[in-house]
């Protein structure tokens, strides 16, 4: 790994150790479609309880940031490109189900880096 890759993961690396706060809008499970050459992002509603931590809107369970959850999606958003799905989230969704803009950029980051894994056949893996 050249030096400026290096100092570019380190940087990410610590941010994303950073807290963040979750978006009572929802969230996002991005994930490709090789199959069908589409970048797919389904989208999940919850609430924010009043320990910041997202829970299930139906049932008041929290929902585990890392394992399996067995929820139906809102909605699923796909697109060729990271644009594509990128407007049908943000500009032809009224209301958006995104509400912070720090989730909005990390759903342009995650979208583009889904997208350059399809362009060039490597796995994707959400962050």
């Known amino acids: 790994m050249n030096p400026t ?8 690396e610590q941010l994303s150790k950073r807290e963040i706060e979750l978006d009572p809008g929802g969230y996002f499970i991005i994930y490709l479609d090789r199959e069908a050459k589409l970048i797919c992002a389904k989208h999940y509603t919850n609430v924010i309880n ?12 929290v929902i585990p940031a890392r394992g399996k ?7 699923l ?17 009224h209301p958006s189900p995104v509400t912070l803009l720090d ?5 342009g ?9 399809l362009i060039h056949a490597q796995e994707y893996v959400q962050d």
């Open 5 to 12: 890759a290096q100092t570019i993961t380190k940087i990410d």
């Open 50 to 61: 009043d320990r910041g931590l997202a829970v299930d809107p139906e049932t008041g369970e």
């Open 69 to 75: 959850v067995n929820r139906t999606a809102e909605t």
């Open 77 to 93: 958003f796909t697109g060729k490109t990271a644009k594509e799905v990128c407007v049908k989230i943000f500009e032809q969704t």
């Open 103 to 107: 989730h909005a950029a990390y759903l």
């Open 109 to 117: 980051r995650e979208l583009v880096r889904a997208e350059m894994a």
